[in-house]
């Protein structure tokens, strides 16, 4: 088992910066990528970014050049720098990882295995 725990979020003006953090624990050897996903109220949960162990990346189109993803492997965490946020940026954003279920990680199509808790990231107009 993998235990995600989510830090950061918070409320911030449109135009401002957050960063949230991801720090994975326990069987964190099978984990071969981890990402972050958001879901706002009445929406479907979407992929915003990923990462793997090795350091490629994928973001979704409304966030980029505006979010980066990075990872601490010494550390067990991973981290998304959020800039230039809009109100439309707001929902609970939830870290994930993806274990060995599959040869090979594709992260346009990510398959979480384990969910973090969730952090509200709150932008106003």
């Known amino acids: 088992q993998v235990q995600l725990v989510e830090s950061g979020g918070g409320l911030v003006q449109a135009g401002g910066s957050l960063g949230l953090s991801c720090e994975a624990s326990g069987s964190i050897f099978s984990v071969r990528a981890m990402a972050w996903y958001r879901q706002a109220p009445g929406k479907q949960r979407e992929l915003v970014s990923a990462?793997?162990?090795?350091?490629?990346?994928y973001y979704a189109d409304s966030v980029k050049g505006r979010f980066t993803i990075s990872r601490d492997n010494a550390k067990n965490t991973v981290y998304l720098q959020m800039n230039v946020l809009q109100p439309e940026d707001t929902a609970v954003y939830y870290c994930?990882?993806?274990?060995?279920?599959?040869?090979?990680?594709?992260?346009?199509?990510?398959?979480?295995?384990?969910w973090g808790q969730g952090t509200q990231v709150t932008v106003s107009s």
């Open positions: 990462i793997t162990r090795g350091g490629s990346t």
């Open positions: 994930a990882a993806e274990g060995s279920s599959r040869r090979t990680v594709v992260l346009s199509t990510f398959r979480p295995d384990y």
